[in-house]
Nanobody, 124 residues
Framework: QVQLVESGGGLVQPGGSLRLSCVGS????????LGWFRQAPGEEREFVAT????????YYTKSMKARLTIDRDNSRNTVWLQMDGLMPEDSATFYC?????????????????WGPGTPVTVSS
């Protein structure tokens, strides 16, 4: 069973940055594809970023691509999401997700494991 726990969310002013972290249970770093999704109130959960097991393949949502960086450290079972130039419409709960599937899926349905989420609010 893979367990994921996010941290790093909070309140940030427009134009600011946040670095979200997701720590997985033992052996997550070597076996699990890790991604980030977000969900705003009343909205569907949507893809934000993902990286394959090695960290060499990365995909980003087009709406935020220029403002995102996803990185992982398999020795620490950790994936990070750096978000810059945040805007009020980026406000949502951000979820770390994991899958044993191949590649780096971008659909929420392809992920078996989910963290509890960390809220991000962009407001002045």
């Amino acid at each position: 069973q893979v367990q994921l726990v996010e941290s790093g969310g909070g309140l940030v002013q427009p134009g600011g940055s946040l670095r979200l972290s997701c720590v997985g249970s033992e052996r997550t770093g070597r076996t699990v594809v890790l991604g980030w999704f977000r969900q705003a109130p009343g909205e569907e959960r949507e893809f934000v970023a993902t990286t394959d097991r090695s960290g060499t393949t990365r995909y980003y949502t087009k709406s935020m691509k220029a403002r995102l960086t996803i990185d992982r450290d398999n020795s620490r079972n950790t994936v990070w999401l750096q978000m810059d130039g945040l805007m009020p419409e980026d406000s949502a709960t951000f979820y770390c997700a994991g899958t044993l599937s191949l590649g780096a899926p971008t659909r929420a349905d392809d992920y078996e494991y989910w963290g509890p989420g960390t809220p991000v609010t962009v407001s002045s």
